[in-house]
Nanobody
Framework: VQLQASGGGLVQTGGSLRLSCAASGRISSIYVMAWYRQAPGKQRELVATIISSGSANYADSVKGRFTISRDNAKNTVYLQMNSLKLEDTAVYYC???????????????WGQGTQVTVSS
């Protein structure tokens, strides 16, 4: 299973970016799709999660600014980031928890990361 993330870049404070992450390969069921981020010198942190029904959860630091969504038919997860702040600067990673075959066998898959830099 491969996760291909895209959409990162350089943006000024208050700007917006939209990240995308498409899962391909042998994965029969996807349970949870998520975005994490890791800033320099800090631990990776959870940004947002979304399950197949569309129910989403967010870190307190991004609530009201970020929106996670998914297209189940395309096995793709998105992260719309608005009102970006300097502290949002990080490498953003997509994560998928799914089963590679017909049996329930939840496995974590990770994308390669995409850099988001917010400047003043």
């Amino acid at each position: 299973v491969q996760l291909q993330a895209s959409g990162g870049g350089l943006v000024q404070t208050g700007g917006s970016l939209r990240l995308s992450c498409a899962a391909s390969g042998r994965i029969s069921s996807i349970y949870v799709m998520a975005w994490y981020r890791q800033a320099p010198g800090k631990q990776r942190e959870l940004v947002a999660t979304i399950i197949s029904s569309g129910s989403a959860n967010y870190a307190d630091s991004v609530k009201g600014r970020f929106t996670i969504s998914r297209d189940n038919a395309k096995n793709t997860v998105y992260l719309q980031m608005n009102s970006l702040k300097l502290e949002d600067t990080a490498v953003y990673y997509c994560n998928v928890k799914g089963s590679p075959g017909p049996l329930y066998n939840p496995t974590d898959y990770w994308g390669q990361g995409t850099q988001v830099t917010v400047s003043s």
